[in-house]
């Protein structure tokens, strides 16, 4: 199954990612390796994360205080947030 992202998403992925190369570029490494096996995982098993009302899901990362904020569809995959835990709740609700 494809997985698409918002622009909006990409963005919050590379603010989350810039922060984190600040504090140590090994922290930010190790962030993507996550981001990017959560993303597996999302690809494999769609509907195992919690649901966000009828159409969104949440996948919350391990290490790092964010979710992967997705709608799946029969086709695709479709990233609407990577949301911090406790920054601007529901700020991404208007995305999808």
């Given at each position: 199954m494809k997985i698409r992202e918002l622009a909006a998403a990409t963005r919050d992925l590379e603010e989350a990612?810039?922060?984190y190369a600040e504090i140590n570029p090994d922290l930010?490494?190790?962030m993507l390796h996550e981001v990017r096996m959560a993303q597996s995982m999302i690809r494999r098993?769609?509907?195992?994360?919690?649901?966000?009302?009828?159409?969104?899901?949440?996948?919350a990362l391990?290490?790092?205080?964010y979710?992967?904020?997705y709608r799946a569809s029969?086709?695709?995959?479709?990233?609407?947030a990577y949301?911090?835990?406790r920054?601007?709740?529901?700020?991404?609700?208007q995305r999808s």
């Open positions: 990612l810039d922060h930010a490494a190790a098993f769609p509907h195992a994360w919690h649901p966000l009302g009828s159409k969104l899901r949440r996948y391990h290490r790092y205080p979710s992967i904020i029969q086709s695709e995959i479709l990233i609407v949301a911090h835990f920054r601007q709740p529901g700020y991404w609700r």
